[in-house]
């Protein structure tokens, strides 16, 4: 058993942001009194909640990278109507002309302060900040968009692959 004065709070961060994890009522029940407790209210408090998923894992974080690349290998061998009918006709040589594509059009902008202006700015989020969720469904719309768009099949493989087989249980 915990004596009361060794209680340690549930609070995970750093840099980016802190976050309190809590997988039962008592946990709960645990964040509201180090929040009453430690919380000056003289100032406003924001608080988010959003179901946890963990963080990416890197074999996830490995799938999107290949299938970057065997994109670009793909595309650069046809040539594919543009949205307004027009001939494309760019090469695409790595991943490294896919990867910033495929986030503009899925990826998660998030505010950002942009240190120069101080102010806040939209931002594509990194890849290796998205949580598992996150990834999951960047990895779903990629598969989708390479298959409908270019005719090209990337292969389920590894923890995306496990994600996959359990949503359609």
């Known amino acids: 058993m915990q004596a009361a004065n060794s209680y340690k709070p549930n609070l995970i961060g750093g840099f980016m942001g802190q976050y309190w994890l809590c997988k039962n009522e008592k946990e709960l029940d ?28 890197l074999d996830q974080l490995a799938l999107a990278h290949i299938w970057f690349k065997d994109i670009a290998k793909a595309l650069s061998r046809v040539q594919f109507m543009g949205d307004d009918g027009e001939l494309m006709s760019e090469v695409f040589d790595s991943e490294d002309d896919i990867k910033p594509m495929l ?32 990834l999951y469904q960047f990895l779903e719309q990629v598969q989708i968009c390479a298959a409908t768009k270019w005719g090209i099949i990337l292969e389920s493989k590894g923890e995306y692959k496990s994600l996959k087989d359990e949503e359609k249980a």
């Not at 964040?31 to 946890?52: G, N």
């Open 30 to 57: 645990n964040f509201h009194a180090e929040l009453k407790k430690t919380w000056d209210f003289s100032k406003p408090l924001k608080i988010e909640w959003k179901q946890y998923r963990g963080s990416r894992t």
């Open 103 to 134: 986030k503009r059009s899925y990826g998660i902008i998030e505010k950002r302060l942009d240190p120069i202006n101080k102010k806040m700015v939209p931002r594509l989020k990194s890849l290796g900040k998205y949580d598992k969720g996150e």
